[in-house]
């Protein structure tokens, strides 16, 4: 069967991916080292992720606010575990002036920073500062914040939407009086981003903390959401960190408490980022391009006429008509009136992941009746009813399908989970090439057989067991 | 009479506009050189000025992208117009790698790009590689597109919002297939913008087109919107440029004609930053703090019950209740009822700039009434209506104020604007102190005494007045 990309998911995963991304008009590779631009419809997809997180963000009391790009980088320097967890991939500015030498435009020697910056690869430091000024007392605590920004962290092998040098994201940061307080709201925002995974991106997350080795640069306690790619890698969706008190003892992070006593707060932060897209790209596409959940669908519908020469304006205005009566009942709906081929509208639209595509003919046209398909099923979800049956249930299908991509989801992650009892079992499992993640004790972890298996199959600890933390889940990642 | 902020605008209005900004706690300087951080009050106020100009940007058939935030040198380089213009503000990134030599942190050696990026001051080049790929027929035009993101212009004299190293924008990038098409766009724009700062923001706008000498690096024609600051100077507050060809012939943004002949496209570009919030602080507010045009207030209206010991959780659930029926209505409410004073509550919000304040006490709750204050119009608008006065009234009240601003702001803006009749008459005007905008005709300003007017009182050009071109307004600025 022909298929609209290939080489096909089981062809080849990876060029399948890449080939998706262009099909689909997401996104491309810029002319600068490991970033990419985000083409409209790419964009599209994320800014009805991003608003839709940022409602959520906004419902738990948190403010959004702006920091600087440029960290100074005696700020930088100023929590070690964190330092050495970036340093090797900042991008530094080191002059304010461009002059032209023999003709050659280059930095202006005269322009030289007496302190280089780097460009933020997370605003831990600069918010940890600010922190400083604007927590003095109990009463400014809980302090909850949150940016949305570009962050920059050098990549040598990038790929599009799932490691690039320059990536799009929020970055929460939040302060309290105490330990409890912080490790709860850490655990809370994890909980967060596993119901918006769930709820809009129609995606299931496995749930649960870094073991040490995977913690975030500074962190007491990491939060993670794996997501499960159809190539049985694993994903990293979104993070959660308990800081401890380790940026507000580098940064002076100090309240007076109610009993007149001068205490360093503890701080979380959190964030999710356009690595989501990936996830979403990879999780719910086939073969003949993207299928989105209509939660994040720029256009849940397109209406295709399907023209002959002598009516084409009666029918695409009928079109444009039913489409208005769509938006009016709150669908995102394109009626592509364009003059390409209908078949080349078609594939136009599956390619890009419309949830629901209604077709109209000449016949239809006259019997007030129309044709549609659902994206995530295909032919066999073709069938012909009511204009008014359409509008009536229009939403009740786009809804039936958020939830099917998920369960259709939960199905397969199921084939994709295996319980391992040892190493011996571990190392057979991949040897004969089983994908997914293994699910071992993670006792059975701690050795230097294990770090050879790490090593010669490229896996790695991806978390433990929420729900029995003495296991953990193994894996090769993206 | 006492005043919230010191000293008044009268007594030294550069540092009451700096203390307004401490006072309603919207920014601060950051301790990045030039750059400031955007306190959450400051950037919730953001957030609906920039969804209401994005609604009006898509409403003129744009499309949201996002492009990176490095530019290499070479690109910068094509324009020479261009490159002439930002060379001496660039911020240059010349490695991607940190290295602690002898203990100090600084740019890895090794690390040394062999071309080095600046951090984006406008986008023209980047996207204009970009449109270079995207159209290849007269199909793909017109080609729409926008995006929001932080740009940088390293500064020397920064102030908060009004001259920063890093500031946040929308940039606009249109192409099309002819000059009339390109200019009418750039026009078009430039009106959007006029309508959005009088509609949104309550300002209205001197608009018309920049002077050769002032016109954007890379422009044929700059049309920008010019404010009136309350101390007499302009303010910049948007430009919109029709670019000719200077950058679809640098990129090589051709297409495909009807005609089947490759031709250059015409493209324009527009922005508006948070400059417009310096002209929003300046413009409306008062010696006692913001005020804000009730469009872009993050509380339109702030509850404050006035308590007393015996009553105070009957009192703030009855004014929550009021707030949650006036949310109801549409309307963005604070009930505030932390622990300050009443006194300082009031002090708080006044400073702040909410449009409209409300007054709760125990004998208005018996009474089912409450005291309300418009912000603009102070004490003098104090009066005591019903609760169901108010739930009915509150949108109209709002509207009424939002258009009073704007009325206050031309009728002010009539006192500054002065009719000049040659140099001698400029010289004397400025001599004697007069602040404002000066119309004189252009062919008075191309000499050397202009310039040296200029030179002497800080003055510039602004822009062409649009009803008569002959005529030039002529003004410090910001």
New interface residues.
Partial sequence: MKTAITPTRAENFSEWYQNLITAADLA?N???RG??????Y???I??LMRDEMDKRIKAQGV???????????N???KEAEH?AGF??????????????IDGV???DPD?KLTE????RPTSET?IG??MS?WVQSYRDLPLK?NQW??V?R?EMRPRLFLRTS?F?WQEGHNAFATHEEANADARRMHKMYGDYMREVLAIPSIMGEKTPEERFAGADHTYTLEHIMQDGKALQAGTSHDLGQHFSKSFGIQYLGTDGQLKHAWTTSWGVSTRMMGSLFMTHSDDDGLVLPPAVAPYQVVIIPITRDENVEILNAYSEKLGEQLRAAGVRVLVDTSDMRAPDKMWKWIKRGVPLRVEIGAREMEENTVTITRRDLGKASKRTISDAELLRDVKDILNQMQHDMYDAVVERNKTMIHEIADLAALESALAEGKVGFFRIKNEQTQNSEFEGLMEKYKISRRCLDDNNPEYVYVAKSY
């Fill in positions: 491309e810029a002319p600068v970033c990419m631009t985000i083409k409209p790419g964009w599209a994320w800014e403010q959004n606010a702006q920091f600087p790009l440029l960290i100074p980088i700020f930088f320097n330092v340093a090797k991939e900042a991008a530094v500015v080191t002059h304010y002036r461009l002059k032209a435009l280059q930095p322009s280089p910056y780097i460009i600069i500062d600010a000024r914040l920004v570009n920059m050098w320059e799009y």
